[in-house]
């Protein structure tokens, strides 16, 4: 028993060790030359672009699932035309960023992981150090980039659309007048909430590709090995999300509020 | 213990201009308790050839990742081109790198790129030359392997045979003067694989690339020894090669981590050791 604790204390460490040297590794990399710029672009369109549709479906349902949840509890404080005050507030501070950040880790997380699992597996990255090339400025730089950057755009994205889908909601299904819906989502939103919501998604985008990378790069065992390195990247990267979120929440409301 | 080696006899009576080109001393590698590499010693002439034989496991592989400086040894020194790099860093090893080729199992062929692409892709990513003059010598180098129709195809339309000869392709595009092959013709059938052979020959003696070339394939390592390239009018042929030039090609044969043998193809076939006798049946 104390063995298996041994084993297990001994590895998490190893994992957390690795993690922080990838991350030394990149940020010196974003920094120093060679840079390779065009590998970047290619990933600020895979990431960024790639996700749009995901991020436009869940940002959509939710804001509209959370006017029909919502209307339902207001309207028995005669509340209904708040309705548009909590979407904004709910969709900038928590489920935007959350729920954008869920989407990336199960779509870009699991890519990372299963793209440079399937590298390490199959060779390709010693190839690449035998040519002269660094894996991690090659490979990680970019992608940790696009998730760093691309991450708060998608989030404004799915903010903005699931705004509009509440609103769709509202007119249509709890009788709202439109301009007392968009009257009540402006109301709703304070400076702070907007800082909040832009500062985490930079967290989360950040924390997800890095996992993904991670997990990649160290992948053993063949393709049963890059099965694994997927769904461990998406685990914990979804983990990481809820959790980097309550941190960075807890954080944030002491600094801004 | 190693086996004392001929080639450091060889190595003293030669020409003090003609250093080794790799040189391993005593080297050792273990990965928790098992025991890859024991006091492995070898040297390697320009131009000449080293052939790593032994059963899966046996460590081959391991030494050329080792010369690459993918992994380090746990003790002994390895030199290339004259120049320690068992103690180098990763930024130092790339300028080490950039005179070394390696011939990957499986090709290791990037897939996402094209032919083209993985062929000249030290050129372009690591080099200054102009995007015109990588794409001559993409063409060139695919042309001397003979598949300049397949520069624009992605690795998955390639059959196995062809990867690896475009692996080799992307080796030598940059005119290292050193080509590791590892395994370069495990899985391919007898046709294939003596195509592939070929370009090995024809690699070392137009280009006067020192190879190192690991394989349990007998028929494969007994060929690029016995055989040379010699240009005859426009076309090559591979002939058997005069005992000079054989013995430029020297085996080893390790065993459990250590070196069973070293010497050329006749005083391998020639050697009473039980291992080998099995080895070579």
Known sequence: ?257 | MSVETSSAAAVAGRDPSEQPVISLDKVSLAFDDKVVLKDVSFTLLPGHTKIILGASGSGKSTILKLLLGLWKPDGGTISVNGERIDNMSELQLMKVRADIGMVFQEGALFDSLTVAENVGYKLYEETDMPLDDVRRRVEEVLGFIGLAQYIDRGPSELSGGQRRRVAIARAMAAKPRILLYDEATTGLDPITAVTVDEEVIKLRDFEGVTSIVVTHQLRDAFYVATHEAIRDGDRVRITQADEQKADEAEFIMLKDGLVAFEGNASELRASNDPYLKTFLS
């Open chain 1, 1 to 257: 028993m104390l063995e298996l604790a041994d084993t297990w204390l001994k590895s998490g460490i190893l994992e957390v060790q690795e993690y922080v040297r990838l991350q030394v590794a990149t940020l010196r990399g974003c920094v120093s030359r060679p840079f390779y710029f065009r590998d970047v672009v290619e990933q600020f369109e895979q990431i960024g672009i790639g996700s749009l549709t995901v991020v436009l479906l869940t940002g959509f349902f939710t804001g509209a699932v959370l006017v029909l949840q919502t209307g339902i509890t207001l309207d028995q404080f005669g509340a209904r035309p708040f309705v548009g005050r909590i979407v904004s507030a709910t969709m900038v501070k928590e489920l935007g960023p959350v729920l954008t950040g869920l989407m990336l880790a199960g779509r870009v997380g699991s890519g990372i992981a299963a793209e440079l699992g399937s590298m390490v597996v199959t060779d390709q990255i010693n190839a690449l150090r035998a040519l002269g090339t660094d894996p991690i400025r090659k490979l990680v730089v970019p992608r940790v980039l696009a998730g760093f950057f691309m991450a708060p755009v998608l989030t404004i994205i799915a903010n903005t659309v699931g705004i509009i889908g509440g609103w769709i909601m509202a007119v249509f299904q709890l009788r709202v007048a439109s301009s007392l819906y968009w009257t009540s989502v402006t109301e709703g939103l304070y400076l702070e909430d907007a800082w909040m919501g832009l500062i985490k998604p930079f967290c989360l985008g950040y924390v997800i590709v890095t996992i993904g990378c991670h997990v990649g790069l160290r992948t053993k065992g063949g393709t049963q090995g890059v099965g694994r390195a997927t769904t461990n990247a998406v685990v914990a990267s979804s983990v990481a999300v809820i959790a980097v979120d309550f941190f960075v929440t807890r954080l944030l409301i002491t600094l801004l509020y």
